[in-house]
């Protein structure tokens, strides 16, 4: 019996990587289980991935789900960009990491990440009218009611089509700006939020281009006092989990190599971490409980146990997963190694 298998990658795309994906058919449901999946390849000339005179990228398959869109026997397969010889990619941050997942797995990292998006249509975001602006920002933010919450029919068909897809989606929630959403993954390992954030945002795309509407995760789509998108990013390390000095411990090594990922945390960060917003400014670092005005928040509950995890409030809305989560495990688990 054939079965669908559509192959996803993550292309060369600057300042922001895109999504891409094509068809493959194939003649059996076992052929379409991770371990049989063959590997595959596509021209890396017209995705920003190589020259045209030599043109060839594979498709490593490394996840695989059910397709919730297609429905039946039809397959997701998440790919890796390798280069013909075999060698990661240059965009392939995935690969990148592999090795520090592991090598902190001790650790036992675990990250929810509040992936926050924009629907547009006809250029302009769900919610905006034609030639003006829609009343000021306060009435939207889980916002009920056809004056308030703009795209709920997409947004309900994508947490279905997550949870169909077996992602580890946490919940949902309407944005501060009209046509503005939230989808949270997690808490999972940094690899696993990192393949299923991909995923989701796939998903997100898809369902909104049927409904004839754009998926965007732009961190600062409309200019002026309009809240950007972001990608809270929520960490913990199983000491973090049972104790308080961990958590500060982390705070203080995030500290001490902010600049370094800020410039991770996607393409714009300083359109949107100008200070206001509900956001800090990216040339500075804070910490502080219940502050949406930190770098970092403490939950409140996370102070009153004395355990728990951190919300790195900074990375974009437009950021890379397998980056971000890369570079707090990697600084996070090095300090608290010590
Ligand atoms: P906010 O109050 O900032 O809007 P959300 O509820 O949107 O927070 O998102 C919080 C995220 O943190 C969820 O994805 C949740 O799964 C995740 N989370 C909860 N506990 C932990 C933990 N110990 N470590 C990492 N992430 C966690
Ligand atoms: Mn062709
Ligand atoms: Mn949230
Ligand atoms: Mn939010
Ligand atoms: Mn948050």
Not at 52 to 77: E, W
Not at 172 to 187: K, L, T
Not at 224 to 231: F, H, R, S, V
Not at 282 to 296: D, L, P, Q, T
Request: aromatic share 10%; glycine share 10%; proline share 7%.
């Amino acid at each position: 019996m054939s079965v669908k298998a559509e192959y996803i990658w993550i292309d060369g795309t600057e300042p922001t990587a895109q999504l891409r994906s094509k068809t493959r058919i194939l003649d059996s449901a076992e052929k379409a289980k991770l371990e049989n999946l063959p590997i595959w390849g596509f021209d890396g000339s017209s995705t920003n991935q190589a020259e045209g005179t030599s043109s060839d990228c594979q498709l490593k398959p490394v996840f695989v789900c059910p397709d919730p869109v297609r429905g039946g026997t039809s397959v997701l397969v998440l790919c890796e960009v390798l280069n013909v010889d075999g060698t990661p990619h240059s965009t392939n941050t995935r690969a990148l990491l592999s090795p520090i997942d592991e090598k902190f797995a001790a650790q036992e990292s675990w990250f929810g990440i509040e992936q926050e998006y924009t629907l547009f249509k006809d250029g302009r975001p769900l919610g905006f009218p034609e030639g003006g602006f829609p009343g000021p920002q306060g009435p939207y933010y889980c916002g009920i009611g056809a004056e308030k919450a703009f795209g709920r029919p997409i947004v309900e068909e994508h947490l279905d089509a997550c949870l169909a897809a077996g992602l580890q989606i946490s919940g949902i929630n309407a944005e501060v700006m009209p046509g503005q959403w939230e989808f949270q993954i997690g808490p999972a390992g940094p690899l696993e939020v990192s393949d299923h954030i991909w995923i989701a945002r796939y998903l997100m795309a898809l369902i909104a281009e049927k409904h004839g509407v754009v998926f965007s995760i732009d961190s600062k789509p409309m200019k002026g006092d309009w809240n950007g998108a972001g990608a809270h990013t929520n960490f913990s390390t199983k000491a973090m989990r049972e104790g308080y000095d961990p958590i500060i411990t982390a705070c203080e090594a995030l500290g001490e190599k902010f600049l370094e990922h800020v410039k991770a945390y996607g393409a714009g960060i300083e359109d949107r971490l100008t200070g206001a917003h509900e956001t800090a400014p990216w040339s500075e670092f804070s910490y502080g409980v219940s502050n949406r005005a930190a770098s970092i928040r403490l939950p409140w509950q996370v102070e009153i146990e004395r355990k728990g995890y951190l919300e790195d409030r900074r990375p974009n809305a437009n950021m890379d997963p397998y980056l971000v989560t890369r570079m707090i495990t990697d600084t996070c688990c090095t300090a608290l190694e010590k």
